[in-house]
């Protein structure tokens, strides 16, 4: 055969054969896309999931400096797992006789994002998008038991290590399970907390218990080893029970620095808001309703100003920690950040309360703003020490006379040097722009009587 019949012979098939050659070429793509996607849908490949709120599941996850974590994303490259964890969608599985495919049990350790009514709840008050899910840890699964005390989790009446967690000894109880007190989880209820336990709100508080419904994706424990190097060394954590961890020197310090990038002048530690912070933490720690106030432990302390302010913190914090945690909530950062405070005492109370171990942290805020009296007022109470100090050297030389009650007259000296003692304090707080204090004001208050009776005195001894 020639070399030209060949080529038109090779020619005749390539035109015959390129309908099928184009299917293949269109056909195997689709089919693997369509596989790719299949294996995504039944959980069998992970994908990008977008979760509100990553920084309650540091250090695995991204915590931004903006949400008052310590990581910066234009300062630092961040990984795509760490903002948006790759997980595999839950899969119900397929029912194929007597057996399951493609479903996936949830073990302890497991990260699951979620959706149910109260996540809904929780983000439409804070303002965030409802679609987006929760990302959290399962510490418990159907039939364990659950307890939280002195900051770490017992597991079937075991403490667990966590090396996940961004601190040691962080875990505390809430509204939805308090310290010491234990929980047994039923059919169809898992315990889940985030791993960045002082800012996460998960099932010890409102948000409670979750339902195999309520998740859709997952990540096993088994296969988070692209995390593990972010992960604490658990070696040590048992030796911090029973003890207490904040400085108050380093906690004034570490706030200082937060105050001066803002512009605002220092906090200097004071011994009676000390005192005060603990009368306070010992009432918190038997009762958190208790009816000793804050202003009753300022008194009992001797500590006055006019300015005042208390936060509270239950559990156990680092000087760090703590700092974090205040910046952290909106209120109070604006409170701590407040320019016109210029005291401060912090104090850590821990107690064994009804057999648990228990501590609140208590700090006492305390400045002055200069008062601003009325000319008026002011005036007037010069007129009146000028007046009371006018009339009294003569009603002091009637002592002398004999034609005059002299009991009446102790009377009236008494209540007129009280009163022109009271001027003078007055004037003299005034003047320099001081704020009355309590026992001031109740002189004030009492002076109008004095004021009746010297003037029925004067009456009845001018007689």
Not at 126 to 155: A, S
Not at 302 to 312: D, P, S
Request: proline content about 3%; hydrophobic content about 35%.
């Amino acid at each position: 055969m020639s070399k030209s019949k060949q080529l038109i012979r090779l020619a005749s098939i390539v035109i015959r054969s390129l309908p099928f050659i184009i299917l293949v070429m269109i056909g195997v793509p689709i089919v693997g896309m369509s596989a790719n996607e299949g294996a995504k849908a039944v959980g069998l490949r992970k994908i990008p999931v977008t979760v509100v709120g990553t920084g309650s599941m540091y250090p695995s996850l991204f915590w931004s400096t903006t949400e008052g974590g310590p990581e910066d994303e234009s300062k630092t490259i961040v990984e795509e797992y760490r903002t948006t964890p790759h997980l595999y969608r839950l899969f119900k599985g397929i029912n194929i006789g007597s057996k399951v495919l493609f479903h996936r049990t949830i073990g302890r350790g497991d990260m699951v994002a979620f959706k149910n009514e109260k996540t809904v709840e929780i983000l439409t008050a804070d303002e965030k998008d409802i679609n987006t899910g929760f990302i959290k840890r399962v510490v418990g699964i159907p039939g364990d038991i659950i307890e939280l005390r002195d900051g770490f989790v017992y597991l079937n009446n075991e403490l667990i290590e966590e090396g996940y967690i961004a601190s040691p000894r962080s875990t505390y109880g809430g509204s939805g399970l308090m310290d010491c007190k234990k929980i047994t989880l039923l059919e169809d209820e898992y315990f889940v907390l985030g791993d960045n336990r002082k800012v996460s709100s998960d099932s010890r508080a409102e948000l409670g218990l979750i339902k195999e419904g309520d998740i859709d994706f997952i990540l096993p424990l088994g296969e988070q080893q692209i995390y593990r190097s972010l992960w604490r060394d658990t070696s040590k954590d048992k030796e911090l029970l029973g003890t207490t961890t904040l400085s108050s020197d380093e906690f004034v310090g570490l706030l200082n620095l937060e105050r001066a990038k803002k512009g605002l002048g220092k906090l200097s530690l004071k011994n009676t808001l000390s005192k005060s912070s603990t009368f306070r933490g010992e009432h918190l720690l038997k009762d958190e309703n208790t009816k000793y106030s804050l202003k009753e432990a300022l008194r009992d302390a001797g500590y006055g100003n006019i300015v005042l302010g208390e936060f509270v913190s239950y559990g156990h914090f680092t000087s760090k920690e703590l700092v974090e945690n205040i910046l952290y909530n909106a209120s109070s950062a604006k409170q701590i950040m407040n320019k016109n405070f210029t005291d401060l005492g912090v104090t850590e109370v821990n107690r064994v309360i009804n057999g648990c171990p228990s501590q609140v942290i208590v700090g006492h805020l305390g400045g002055y703003i200069p008062a601003d009296y009325e000319e008026s007022t002011f005036l007037s109470w010069r007129s009146l020490r000028d007046n009371i100090a006018a009339v009294l050297p003569s009603w002091e030389q009637a002592m002398d006379y004999n034609n005059i009650d002299k009991t009446k007259l102790e009377q009236l000296l008494t209540i007129f040097r009280r009163r022109l003692s009271l001027t003078e304090e007055v004037i003299s707080i005034m003047e320099k722009r001081e704020w009355m204090s309590e026992s001031i004001q109740n002189r004030i208050n009492a002076d109008e009587a004095d004021a009746s009776e010297s003037e029925r005195l004067t009456k009845e001894l001018n007689r």
